[in-house]
């Protein structure tokens, strides 16, 4: 079992910036792809961002993402983060972290039903 918590959700205003981070339980944190999502009222969720186990060096990003965030992670502190900047009033959602074990330390998952243990989820705001 794993355990998701995300935390740094909030309201800014447009052009501003925030850092999500996903803190997991468990002890085999380094075996699990881990992913970003988000869901806007009355839209579908959507991949925000991915990374392998392996880290930095395989992740995805939604097209939507255009250079703007980068997701990263800290296999020691069991943590994934997701820097975003350049923040628009369309990144207003719930977003939520995904996590997976892998098959290879090399893969990224795009798909959410690929996932398996899911976090409660934490609300960004962009004013405009």
């Known amino acids: 079992q794993v355990q998701l918590v995300e935390s740094g959700g909030g309201l800014v205003q447009a052009g501003g910036s925030l850092r999500l981070s996903c803190a997991a339980s468990?002890?085999?944190?380094?075996?699990?792809?881990m992913g970003w999502f988000r869901q806007a009222p009355g839209k579908e969720r959507e991949i925000v961002a991915a990374?392998?186990?392996?880290?930095?060096?395989?992740?995805y990003y939604g097209d939507f993402v255009k250079g703007r965030f980068t997701i990263s992670r800290d296999n020691a502190k069991s943590t994934v983060y997701l820097q975003m900047n350049s923040l628009k009033p369309e990144d207003t959602a719930f977003y939520y972290c995904?996590?997976?074990?892998?098959?290879?330390?090399?893969?990224?998952?795009?798909?959410?039903?690929?996932?398996?243990?899911w976090g409660q989820g934490t609300q960004v705001t962009v004013s405009s």
């Open positions: 995904a996590a997976k074990q892998a098959l290879f330390s090399t893969t990224y998952y795009r798909n959410g039903n690929d996932y398996t243990y």
């Open positions: 990374i392998s186990s392996a880290g930095e060096e395989s992740t």
């Open positions: 468990g002890r085999t944190f380094s075996r699990y792809a």
